[in-house]
Nanobody
Framework: QLQASGGGYVHPGDSLRLSCVASGGAFNTYTIGWFRQAPGKEREFVSAFRAYSSTKYYADSAKGRLTVSRDNAKNTAYLQMNSLKPEDTGAYYC??????????????????WGQGTLVTVSS
């Protein structure tokens, strides 16, 4: 089970840190993905932190502004979001699974999902 939190209403240029706490074992063996769903749009990939290799992946829109991390001892993953833009608005979901590399950016590659936390960026 995954629990995402940390969303809120912020102004352009502000920062937020999202957290994703996992219950159950073997957190360190799962790749954690972050996805965003804007109103009326499909869920899209934002970032992922792959298990074992600790490789990080980002959508082009996230590079340089968002940073994914994880603390396996706390069963928690984080998404640090800086220089937020209105287009970052949406519900942010964390997901966990062991996707193959080609599916890492695809929501269908993940079976376990948190409930989502809403981020609104507006002036």
């Amino acid at each position: 089970q995954l629990q995402a939190s940390g969303g809120g209403y912020v102004h352009p240029g502000d920062s937020l840190r999202l957290s994703c706490v996992a219950s159950g074992g073997a957190f360190n063996t799962y790749t954690i993905g972050w996805f965003r769903q804007a109103p009326g749009k499909e869920r899209e990939f934002v970032s992922a932190f792959r298990a074992y290799s600790s490789t990080k992946y980002y959508a082009d829109s996230a590079k340089g502004r968002l940073t994914v991390s994880r603390d396996n001892a706390k069963n928690t993953a984080y998404l640090q979001m800086n220089s937020l833009k209105p287009e970052d608005t949406g519900a942010y979901y964390c997901a966990a699974d062991k996707p193959i590399l080609s599916s890492l950016r695809d929501p269908e590659g993940y079976r376990h999902w948190g409930q989502g936390t809403l981020v609104t960026v507006s002036s």
